[in-house]
């Protein structure tokens, strides 16, 4: 079974532009979360979606939202990009989101805003 | 748990030994906790979960001890590999009908030869 896909693994920006981040789920995992991570703050929970249905959102600023699709693939978008946000972007699938299911990662999305 | 940034906290074990990792967690109702490792360029790994109506879980050279009196988590790890080098996360779920975990800062964890 593949695991949890984050396309693109690099991206370079400038401040002002918007990015669009995917993550496409385990086969048969129906949620997917989102994760902020810098060296300086760790693993901060963005949002997390369920059967296309946002379940839970962070601390962050509106710019930053995210939707799922029927096939449970998820996309992640920031606009007005601002130099603090430079990080790896993680999703995370799991099953189910009403129970303790572990959370599978990607391998992340490395955003650098210049 | 929280995360409260600033430096990592680091851990230098030699190899062969056995590492403990230490994790203190902030909510007196959470539930259910898990241990991740993040090998560098990668995503977090799972490693073990444990409920809290258990206070010692094992698993493949992993063992990770609940102790709900003060609110501790450890994550001991048999016979340390140079494998084993990664930053070591805890995280609780705090209960309720959200299932959302609360992440720890992570401790880098050193093999030295």
């Known amino acids: 079974k593949a695991g949890v896909t984050q396309t693109p693994r690099y991206l370079i920006k400038t401040r002002g532009q918007q990015v669009t981040l995917s993550c496409s789920p385990i086969?048969?995992?129906?949620?997917v979360s989102w994760y902020q991570q810098t060296p300086g703050q760790g693993l901060q929970f963005l949002f997390e979606?369920?059967?296309?249905?946002?379940?839970n959102k962070g601390n962050f600023p509106g710019r930053f939202s995210g939707r799922q699709f029927s096939n449970s693939r998820s996309e992640m978008n920031v606009s007005t990009l601002e130099l603090g946000d430079s990080a790896l972007y993680l999703c995370a699938s799991r099953l189910d989101a009403s129970t303790n299911e572990k959370l599978f990662f990607g391998s992340g999305t490395q955003l650098s805003v210049l | 748990g929280e995360s409260v940034g600033l430096h990592l906290p680091t851990l230098s074990v030699q190899e062969g030994d056995n590492s403990i990792i230490n994790c203190a967690y902030s909510?007196?109702?959470?539930?259910?906790f898990i241990w991740y490792k993040q090998e560098s360029g990668k995503g977090p790994q799972f490693i073990i979960d444990?409920?809290?109506n258990m206070d010692k879980r094992q698993g493949q050279r992993v063992t990770v001890l609940l102790n709900k009196t003060v609110k501790h988590l450890s994550l001991q790890i048999a016979a340390t590999q140079p494998g084993d080098s990664a930053v070591y996360f805890c995280?609780?779920?705090?209960?309720?009908?959200?299932?959302?975990?609360?992440w720890g800062a992570g401790t880098k964890l050193i093999i030295k030869p």
């Open positions: 086969s048969g995992h129906r949620s």
């Open positions: 909510n007196s109702a959470s539930d259910y």
């Open positions: 995280a609780e779920n705090i209960g309720g009908s959200n299932y959302q975990l609360i």
């Open positions: 444990i409920r809290s």
């Open positions: 979606y369920f059967s296309e249905t946002q379940r």
